[in-house]
């Protein structure tokens, strides 16, 4: 009975032809993908960390005031809140701002340094400066564009915050011209 020959096949794979088991318990198990892609995620967060504490240590510095920022003195400061209609604080800065200076300023920014308990800067915002307009019904606060500061003169002004960080020591906070605009 010489037909064709049958290839051997293995009684184990009835399903799949190609299915050889593996009767060496010597060889070791093939390395999980999941180490490189573990190792990578270690890799990249140290660089972002070390890139973080880099940038961080990089704090912008304010740029020094305009000469004729000199000229510009600060006196009778008050704090003070009220509710707006929608029920949020809002809080105000006012005081008297005089022009020592022999120039007419038409604009002015001031940086406000709000600073915590232990000293440290709680919040830092740069406002333009609205000079207090009286003859009407209440005070208006307008910009210095509406109502120019002549040489020797004082005026009246408020600074309007919306939010004061709750990290506020409520002292008087730091005042500093970073702009002025003269003529």
Known sequence: MGGPSQPSVNPNSNLNPDFNPNFNPTTEPQESSLRPVL???????????????????????????????????????????????????VSYLDGVITNTGDKTVIHAVVRITFKDDMGQTAQREEVPIHV??????????????????????????RLIFENISAQWNHAYPDLQISEVTVR
């Open 39 to 89: 190792i990578g995620i270690v890799i990249v967060g140290v660089i972002v960390g070390v890139l973080a504490l880099i940038l961080r240590s990089d704090v912008k510095k304010p740029a020094p005031p305009p000469s004729y920022a000199a000229n510009l003195k600060f006196s009778d400061m008050k704090t003070s809140a009220a509710q707006n209609f929608v029920g949020a604080t």
């Open 132 to 157: 207090l307009r009286t003859g009407g019904p209440y005070d208006e606060a307008v910009d210095l564009t509406i109502s120019p500061l002549a040489p020797g003169e004082s005026k009246p002004f």
